[in-house]
């Protein structure tokens, strides 16, 4: 393959800047995010251990919260699926990131849910024994939740890591090269007359 047949490809590859650096900011503001969210939506208290009386709606606040972000991640997984740039090497990696990301995010809803869920039947519990088993289902079920947050947090900064070093690329290729071609000049007229 010739140098001009692949600097051609290349070029082809490439994701404009300002669409990498629109995508990376927005990347960069989803990831931070969802990182604190798995930092203040917190099930125990001061000592470590599940309040006697936990809040049945600000646990339920927390699937709510993470729905939220989840609905997020998905909308830009789906729009960058449905982007002409997800189709190229660059663009397939980032699209693998953002759909665990979308996965990641979506797990962590029902975890929160099933927490609040056990929050409220806590007061019907029939013995110590029981109480113990929801406590702990408890903190595995938002312990587990929160830790989705976190991996699809890590899933959005590695898809802008990816394309952060895509911009490298166009250290390369001079701004007229990466702009499309322009259209061929109209044709001119004829030195024939009639």
């Not at 079920?141 to 959005?156: F, G, I």
């Given at each position: ?60 606040q927390h699937a709510a919260g993470a ?42 809803v029902p975890n929160f ?82």
């Open positions: 393959m010739n140098s001009d047949v692949r600097r051609e490809r290349i070029q082809h590859e490439l994701i404009p800047r300002d669409d990498t650096l629109r995508m990376i900011g927005a990347l960069n503001d989803l990831e931070a995010r969802l990182a604190a969210a798995a930092e203040r939506y917190q099930l125990l208290d001061d000592s470590g251990r599940v309040p006697a009386v936990p809040s049945y709606a600000e646990l339920l729905q939220a972000l989840s609905y997020d991640v998905v909308q830009m997984t789906v729009e960058f699926a449905r982007s002409l740039h997800s189709t190229n090497r660059v663009g397939s990696r980032v699209l693998a990131h953002l759909a665990t990301a979308a996965t990641m995010s979506s797990q962590a849910a099933e927490t609040a869920e056990n929050a409220l039947s806590l007061p019907r519990s029939s013995g110590p024994p029981d109480r113990q088993y929801r406590d702990n289902r408890m903190v595995i079920d938002h312990a587990t939740a929160r830790a989705y947050l976190r991996r699809a947090s890590e899933s959005l900064r590695d898809a802008a890591k990816e394309l952060d070093a895509h911009l490298d690329f166009h250290r390369f290729f001079p701004a007229q090269a990466r702009q499309q071609s322009p259209e061929p000049p109209p044709p001119r007229p004829s030195a024939r007359h009639r």
